[in-house]
């Protein structure tokens, strides 16, 4: 008998056996425990609090086209071709840091940036550097009264923030924004800093996979902003080119706070970034190109880009949908980016949406025009918005959703959101 056997050895040979025998009930034990919920324990990066600005003069389309008919370079391209490129932008107002293109508005503490010359030279050839101070002058704050509003809307403190993205395509400056940021809202002098640049309309994406990374393996929070102010950056040479970049592109700032937090920790209805996804697309080098010169930086749009997204977006979807094994009529939300009425349109040509789907990015084009990187964070905010308000009424709200962008390259950028 094993139990007689067990019992007539001495202490020394029992020892090996007490501890197997424990070893095994410790493991039945656990066994039979309830197992967690899958993911119960994941960290996800949360939107803990958001904003949006604009500089102060609004600008009409129609008063818009007027400037740039009156331009040196403007007045050269053939008539009718400006109209048709304003007439047909689907673009009703945009917001813009000069005054030179709200003559109504402008006031006498704040002349023209691009004031007619005497001789009648272009007066809108100005160095890179005279921009880039008007930049600094235009942005600092500006994007300091959003990310202080983002801040806010977490319900956090300045101490809580570890992390600082700054992101912009517009303006590149050292000292930079970042600094800027820490003494104008209070950060610690000893948070973690990173910027990112040249990366376009997309680089918004690109700055929330920085401030996602950082919050999965830190307590304290990322707050992640970007500014991009066009307007210090317009120039009316002879070309079609320049003309279609002034008719849509705008100045805005917009700034998200996210933090680590679990499905049992996050508040109510919180959206979570889940993924980050991007694919550069083959043969499309050409298609968004950027550039920085002794007259600016400038931007230049290929004739075939609403053609790449077109091509490319589908697969581009699919294969990010594929890995979380999400079927394309379970997301009910799309944040597309409104880089202007064609590249809304073949978006919606490539992944088959209806105008309803793509609603707010038809309506962050049509009143503020294409901001580049705080674009799609415009977008997000209408969609935030709508949530709570689906929510106070006792209602669901969203479950899951994509927001995408595109950078130079052609590159597609995006995140997969999730309400927990």
Not at 127 to 150: G, Y
Request: with cysteine; aromatic share 8%; hydrophobic share 40%.
């Amino acid at each position: 008998d094993p139990v007689i056997a067990l019992a007539t050895m001495d202490s020394s040979d029992q020892l090996p056996y007490l501890v197997a025998a424990i070893a095994i009930l410790i493991s039945v034990f656990m066994a039979m425990q309830p197992k967690k919920a899958s993911g119960s324990e994941t960290k996800y990066p949360i939107i803990l609090g958001f904003a949006t600005g604009n500089p102060e003069y609004k600008v009409m389309q129609t008063e818009a086209l007027k400037v740039a008919k009156t331009s040196p370079g403007g007045s050269q391209i053939a008539p009718g071709v400006l109209d048709r490129i304003y007439g047909n932008s689907k673009i009703t107002s945009r917001y813009l840091c000069v005054p030179d293109f709200s003559p109504s508005l402008k006031r006498d503490d704040d002349p023209l940036f691009y004031p007619p010359t005497d001789d009648g030279s272009d007066w809108y050839k100005i160095p890179v550097n005279i921009r880039l101070d008007k930049f600094r002058e235009k942005a600092v704050p500006l994007v300091s009264a959003v990310c202080k509003k983002a801040v806010d809307d977490a319900g956090i403190s300045m101490e809580d923030i570890g992390k600082l993205v700054v992101v912009s395509s517009t303006g590149f400056l050292g000292p930079g924004l970042d600094c800027a940021i820490i003494e104008e809202i209070g950060l610690s002098r000893g948070v973690d800093r990173a910027l990112i640049g040249f990366m376009g309309c997309a680089a918004a994406m690109n700055g929330f996979r920085v401030g996602m990374d950082y919050v999965r393996s830190h307590e304290k929070a990322a707050l992640v902003c970007c500014v991009e102010l066009s307007s210090v950056h317009t120039t009316f040479d002879d070309n079609i080119n320049d003309s279609i970049l002034h008719a849509i592109f705008g100045d805005g700032c917009a700034a998200a706070v996210l933090g680590g937090r679990t499905a049992t920790e996050a508040p109510k209805g919180a959206f979570a970034i889940i993924d980050d996804h991007a694919w550069l697309m083959e043969g499309t080098e050409d298609g968004i190109t950027l550039s920085i010169n002794e007259k600016g930086i400038s931007c230049k749009l290929s004739k075939y880009l609403p053609q790449y997204i077109a091509k490319n977006m589908k697969g581009y979807v699919d294969g990010f949908l594929e890995k979380h094994d999400l079927p394309f009529e379970d997301v009910d939300f799309w944040a597309v980016h409104p880089g202007g009425r064609r590249i809304i349109e073949e978006a919606q040509n490539g992944l088959g949406l209806t105008e309803e789907q793509c609603k707010y990015s038809w309506e962050v084009l049509d009143t503020y025009g294409n901001m580049l990187s705080p674009s799609v964070m415009f977008v997000l905010e209408l969609i935030l918005n709508e949530h709570k308000d689906e929510l106070k009424k006792g209602n669901d709200g969203f479950s899951q959703g994509l927001a995408f962008s595109f950078s130079p390259g052609v590159g597609a950028e995006g995140i997969l959101l999730k309400v927990l």
